[in-house]
T-cell receptor
């Protein structure tokens, strides 16, 4: 999982604040995936982005959550008006091209742990 | 929709015991199958994969065989070590553009000496 950089690694927010999680994919990767891992649960797919495009956001909550992957800069997962239930680990992964069928080229970051107090 | 089901954990074993973690999947077409491992406080690392029926993935003493007839991809290791203690995730990806990995809920393995 070397190369996919997520920050911050740990973030504490009060209820009602905004949380911004950043993901810099591996060099040369133009596809980014965000996953959420709730306590005692597995990873749930949230959103899949290509540069400047959202490919699949079927796993994103309809409200308060948004994601972007601009032409320049990292991908951002934004959570507005956070609630306690948003406390989770958020993982980003990247791959070099679409329709990647080989797990070798889907690399995960080390995650961002959000705690809402 | 597509899904992955893993056996409930935690799995608690003594060092050198035999390990099996069951995984079954539901998917249209012919997905590729994976096992990922997550050590405490870390991200996910690919452990092994198989891309077609009857393929066997193996790594670090772990292995899993892609069984299309039973839609399974069970993880096995002949002799576990304390350092294998982690959460193991089974996952699939459909072999088509615009898709992402779908994970099972994960199985926690705890190995004691």
């Amino acid at each position: 999982n070397a190369g996919v950089m997520q920050n911050p690694r740990h973030l504490v927010r009060r209820r009602g604040q905004e949380a911004r999680l950043r993901c810099s994919p591996m060099k040369g990767h133009s596809h980014v995936y965000w996953y959420r891992q709730l306590p005692e649960e597995g990873l749930k797919f949230m959103v899949y982005l290509q540069k400047e495009n959202i490919i699949d956001e079927s796993g994103m909550p309809k409200e308060r959550f948004s994601a972007e992957f601009p032409k320049e800069g990292p991908s951002i997962l934004r959570i507005q008006q956070v609630v306690r239930g948003d406390s989770a680990a958020y993982f980003c992964a990247s791959s070099p091209r679409a329709g990647e069928i080989s797990g070798n080229t889907i690399y995960f970051g080390e995650g961002s742990w959000l705690t809402v107090v | 929709g597509d899904s992955v089901t893993q056996m409930e954990g935690p799995v608690t074993l003594s060092e050198e015991a035999f390990l099996t973690i069951n995984c079954t999947y539901t998917a249209t077409g012919y997905p590729s199958l994976f096992w990922y491992v997550q050590y405490p406080g870390e991200g996910l690392q690919l452990l092994l994969k198989a891309t077609k029926a009857d393929d066997k993935g193996s790594n670090k003493g772990f292995e899993a065989t892609y069984r299309k007839e039973t839609t399974s991809f069970h993880l096995e290791k002949g002799s576990v070590q304390v350092s294998d203690s982690a959460v193991y995730f089974c996952a699939l990806i459909k072999n088509q553009a615009g898709t992402a990995l779908i994970f099972g809920k994960g199985t926690t393995l705890s190995v004691s000496s």
